[in-house]
């Protein structure tokens, strides 16, 4: 039984999956979404707001 309850927003992925599970886990751990993970994979930009964003994801995570 495990001591905290597992967060609201976890991605659900397979650990052997195909390039999208692998995409979801980055953008989980980024704090992006998968979209805006592909769209800055794509372009190769990734603007000071979506670090902000993202920043402020995995911080709240971790202040639940």
């Known amino acids: 039984m495990p001591l905290f309850a597992p967060l609201p927003d976890r ?3 397979v650990i052997d999956g195909d390039d999208h599970d692998d995409a979801v886990i980055i ?3 980024e704090g992006a ?3 805006e993970w592909l769209e800055a994979e794509r372009t190769g930009v ?3 707001s979506m670090h902000v964003k ?3 994801r995995r ?3 971790v202040l639940r």
């Open 11 to 13: 991605p659900q992925f």
């Open 33 to 35: 979404t998968v979209e």
């Open 54 to 56: 993202w920043w402020w």
């Open 46 to 48: 990734t603007t000071l």
């Open 27 to 29: 953008a989980w751990v």
């Open 59 to 61: 911080t709240r995570r």
